[in-house]
């Protein structure tokens, strides 16, 4: 699993950090992935961000997020 973990790192940290006009949109999906909508994303392409874009950051911060929580978990089995 280790080995599968550290791939996913590494391809999360690949991708260009994200403007500064998207962070309160990944911050919701760090926070709260389930509350993000339609509106959301439209948003970010009505600011002229590509449909690639938003996915590479939202991929990128939901796989850096759940790796996070999935070591925050095994510590506390551990």
Do not use: C, N, W
């Not at 994303?41 to 997020?65: K, N, P, Y």
Request: hydrophobic share 50%.
């Amino acid at each position: 699993m280790d080995e599968h973990v550290d791939e996913l790192r590494a391809a999360a940290a690949a991708v260009p950090a994200a403007p500064p006009e998207m962070a309160p949109y990944l911050e919701k999906v760090r926070a709260r992935a389930y509350m993000v909508t339609d509106e959301d994303v439209a948003s970010l392409r009505a600011a002229g961000f590509s449909e690639d874009e938003i996915f590479e950051q939202t991929v990128a911060v939901a796989v850096a997020e759940g790796l996070r929580r999935l070591e925050t978990g095994l510590r506390v089995v551990g």
